[in-house]
């Protein structure tokens, strides 16, 4: 593909994003719904101007880390602090009772095979796809809101981050049953030194920016060398413990959010995340969307699993947020707050169909879950959220 050609793309995609992101606000939905709708608009599903090129998919990549590396520095420590056990129940609920439900949807629709057999581990696979949360949909709406600080805020954040981390080991472990070969104890290993690298880099990485921050106040290379320090934690959490790259971007967040200037680092970074980087990452899931080779039965079964996806999530985080104390409306507003899919269902799926897991057919519905959810999840939200006060934002349309 030629540069002019990504010119020319991008060109469109922020443009159309901006328009109907501030159609979505006219509407008094979130911009980030706009934003995912003008996907499905310029994507193959409607009028295919723009493709998902690799060049494309680079920066939406770039989108989702920033995005997350903002949410780390927007985070209150005290409440991350709090809301950490509380948050591992949450993840631990978003997981079983969403691949309890993928297993008996598949199962009533094509049968109960016995364990062990190919269409146990695909029926299990359906709600593999289904326990992964995309927290970086949620995050922007909850910004947008100005919902993210908090307990309810930071509980869905911590909750989504480790509801990823418990879904890859679930994916690991079904992939491993399946495949002697695979060593699922190896992804649980990789994990928990990670979370060890990440205090012990993390606490001389706080110190070195505590410092500089004495030294330099609101200078322009804080939040260059913050930025640096985001993509660093993002590479070595992928490339070297198999970890999520938005986890470590998340990590780098958390790491200095406690610094005096961490405000103005956020403000920095999220300035160019929300003129290009952003905008191409929502719209992006848009042009993943094919609406081609369904069938009734197919159509039904997206549906169906699509429904049985959301409402499992809000029924296993918003019971146990409610069993730890929480009242019945910010109950919810967690349950709906965790049942986006995004860029993880998308990982899981491929892997499925890279294993013989996942028939190519249901990609369809992988796709329409993501759309929905990410669609739906900020709606819902920016409706539990209503009768509160409004919180300003950095930025306006």
Do not use: W
């Not at 193959?44 to 690799?54: D, F, G, H, K, Y």
């Not at 320090?229 to 992928?238: D, G, Q, R």
């Not at 985080?317 to 409306?329: D, I, P, W, Y």
């Not at 539990?384 to 006060?389: A, N, Q, S, T």
């Amino acid at each position: 593909m030629q540069v002019v050609e990504v010119f020319r793309d991008l060109a469109i995609i922020i443009i159309l994003a901006k328009i109907c992101g501030i159609l979505a606000r006219s509407l008094k939905a979130p911009q980030v719904v706009g934003e995912i709708i003008a996907g499905l608009l310029i994507g193959p599903a409607v009028l295919n101007l723009v493709e998902q090129t690799e060049a494309i998919t680079f920066i939406a990549e770039i989108g989702v880390v920033m995005l997350m590396f903002v949410a780390g520095l927007e985070t209150d420590l005290k409440d991350l602090i709090k809301t950490g056990p509380i948050a591992l129940a949450i993840a631990c609920a978003g997981v079983f009772v969403p691949l309890l439900g993928g297993y008996l949807l598949y199962s009533c629709f094509y049968g109960f095979s016995p364990n062990g057999s190919e269409g146990f581990y695909h029926a299990v696979f359906m709600g593999v796809i289904m326990t992964a949360t995309s927290v970086s949909i949620t995050v922007q709406a909850l910004r947008e809101l100005g919902r993210l600080k908090g307990t309810v805020g930071t509980t869905i954040l911590n909750a989504a981050i480790i509801d990823d981390v418990i879904g890859i080991i679930v994916l690991t472990f079904v992939i491993g049953f399946k495949n002697p070969e695979s060593k699922p104890i190896s992804v649980i290993i990789n994990t928990v030194l990670f979370f060890l690298f990440s205090g012990v880099i993390g606490y001389l990485t706080y110190q070195f920016f505590n410092r500089l921050d004495k030294i330099a106040p609101h200078k322009q290379r804080i939040p260059i060398f913050s930025l640096g320090v985001c993509f660093a934690f993002a590479y070595i959490a992928e490339e070297y413990f198999g970890i999520a790259d938005i986890t470590g971007a998340y990590i780098a967040g958390v790491v200095l959010c406690s610094i005096q200037d961490s405000g103005y680092i956020s403000h920095k970074v999220d300035v160019s995340s929300y003129l290009l980087f952003g905008p191409v990452f929502f719209i992006s899931i848009g042009l993943k969307t094919e609406l081609t080779g369904i069938t009734p039965t197919l159509l039904l079964f997206s549906v169906c699993f699509v429904a049985v996806a959301l409402i499992s999530k809000i029924i296993g985080c918003g019971l146990t947020a409610k069993l730890c104390h929480f009242s019945s409306r910010e109950s919810l507003k967690i349950g709906v707050g965790m049942m986006t899919r995004g860029e993880v269902a998308l990982i899981v799926a491929q892997k499925g169909l890279a294993v013989g897991l996942l028939d190519a057919k249901y990609f369809t519905s992988v796709i329409l879950l993501i759309i929905c959810s990410s669609i739906a999840t900020p709606i819902v939200l920016k409706l539990l959220y209503k009768d509160e006060p409004p919180v300003p934002r950095f930025y306006e349309n």
